[in-house]
């Protein structure tokens, strides 16, 4: 992430490139920053740190390139560092969520400070098990719904915004067909990811390395994975 020391000239080669003056959101993707000129990941406490980064975000709405600034990939642990030095709270916080990672205190946390939250990976990613488990199977039945359309309406129903994404037409046009659940139903989707095996990020398969994402330690960022992705108990 080169452009943690660049924030207005990497939000002016994205406006270029998709040819607009301003945007509505702009979002600092994760902590980590890289050295520009040779590419090493810094250190926590190396400059631009996250905190430093955000600090200088929080000078873009006032040019009128962006309507609002936010984050991606906070823990609690990072999150309370970056509020206990912001001016401006962040608008939004974009996190990884679906059944097998629903991310129940880092969602509160971040609603607690007034920080809407949005859910990438929501439908789950690669060998995703939603879509051939008895639970989700049942759920589409009882409703004569997709199962994307379940999980879309779960992740809406308990306050968050899911990201979808499909390049099929008939697909994207069911990503906005959403359903009003059961409470029943509400609370046995919350209780997916404890069935065994099933806590874990889907984002980040193949990505951690000797306990390390991209150049930080899981101490470092915070979060709970082991290196298969897995949420440790």
Known sequence: MPDHERVEAALDRSLNALGLEYIDLYLMHWPQADDPETGRTLRPNESPTFVETWLEME???????????????????????????????????????????????????????????AGYTPMGKGSAPFYSDPTFLSLASKYEVQIGQILLSWAIQRGTIPIPKSSNEERARQNLQIIKLAQEDMNTIDEYHKQPGMHRSHSLIGSIKDGKLLGWTMDELGWPYDDDGYVKS
């Open 59 to 117: 000078k873009l709405p006032l040019t009128g390139k962006t309507k609002s600034i936010g984050i991606c990939n906070l823990s609690i642990k990072n999150l309370e560092i970056l509020l206990s030095k912001a001016n401006i709270v962040p608008a939004v916080h974009q996190i990884e969520i679906h059944p097998c990672l629903p991310n129940f205190e880092l969602i509160q946390y971040s609603k607690a400070n007034g920080i809407v939250v």
